[in-house]
């Protein structure tokens, strides 16, 4: 495969392999040198080894919405999100809290009323900008890699504005799927390349916090990282103080707390750095999970994403 492709495909088997590796350390201490990190399962919730959680749960409909070739500013397309992700949440047994409210509080499974409960859910806590709409979007890219940034700031936002109401949702969702688009097409680190498509009141701010995240560790953000800002400082962090794809995952779990979503994060923009090639075998052979898809699976998913892309 190309270096793009491979790279484009990265973007969803580094997010998926980064959830799985951090499964089993989800919610416990930093982690130091020397203790290794590994691929081992358990957790709050037993998973086995190599199992996603809801992570990329949330990411597979997104990419199937873009295998199949549907434009994320349509909102039929956004609809059927809304009733795939319901219909999981069922069941699941890890749904985040707030986007848990949003979805039991649907009048309908539609976007407008996904994004209305979304609301409710905001003015009822007073914040809304859980990590949980930065976790899973990696996939959407892949929808926009021939596209307008804009049109993928936009469709990211979108997408966000489902479960998460807040601001520093939407926009973090934005940050970093430009920033994955810019690593898919030319291999190179780029976080703030997305900042002049916020909101211009938000961009000094925004610059600011990626400042921090520089010169930062992973770790320094570890207490707040279920916070969409800290998450993304974390993962950013990771991927900055490292030089492959296996190092950025196991350095955002080491960080502690939020382990599987900050390494799901940070997987999908490493993965877009170094490629799905750059991932190791044994963590692809291991990785799985709902809806009984497995690395190839997303791997084949991806491909026909790319391909609808280019029509």
Excluded at 144 to 169: C, F, G, P, W
Excluded at 190 to 213: F, N, T, Y
Excluded at 255 to 264: F, P
Aim: aromatic residues 6%.
């Amino acid at each position: 495969m190309t270096n793009t492709t491979d790279r484009a495909i990265g973007a969803v088997l580094g997010s998926a392999a980064g959830d799985a590796l951090g499964a089993g350390y989800e919610f416990q201490p930093p982690v130091p040198e020397p203790m290794p990190i590994r691929m081992k399962g358990g957790g709050t919730f037993n998973w086995g080894p190599g199992e996603w959680t809801d992570d990329t749960s949330m990411a597979v409909p997104i990419l199937r919405t873009a295998a199949r070739g549907g434009s994320f500013a349509d909102e039929a397309a956004l609809d059927g999100l809304v009733a795939a992700w319901a219909e999981w949440a069922r069941t699941a047994p890890d749904v985040g809290i707030q986007t848990s409210r949003v979805l039991t509080g649907l009048e309908a499974r539609t976007a407008a009323a996904s994004r209305a409960s979304a609301r409710t859910e905001h003015d009822q806590s007073g914040r809304s900008a859980g990590n949980g709409s930065l976790m899973r979007t990696a996939p959407l890219v892949l929808a926009y890699v021939d596209a307008d940034e804009r049109e993928l700031a936009d469709a990211a936002r979108a997408v966000s504005d489902l479960t998460h109401h807040e601001a520093d949702a939407g926009d973090a969702c934005v940050l970093w799927c430009v920033a994955i688009r810019h690593a898919v097409l030319h291999g190179e680190l780029d976080v703030r390349r997305g900042v002049d498509l916020l909101p211009a009141e938000r961009r000094k701010m925004w610059a600011e916090r990626l400042s921090a995240a520089e010169a930062g560790q992973p770790v320094d953000f570890t207490a707040t990282n279920g916070w969409v800002v800290s998450a993304l400082q974390a993962a950013y962090a990771a991927v900055l103080r490292t030089d492959s794809l296996e190092t950025a995952l196991v350095a955002a779990v080491r960080s502690g707390n939020d382990t599987d979503t900050v390494a799901a994060i940070a997987g999908g923009l490493a993965g877009a750095l170094y490629g799905a090639s750059a991932l190791p075998e044994e963590w692809r052979e291991l990785l799985h999970g709902w809806p009984g898809l497995r690395a190839d699976d997303l791997v084949s998913l991806s491909e026909q994403a790319l391909r609808a892309a280019a029509v």
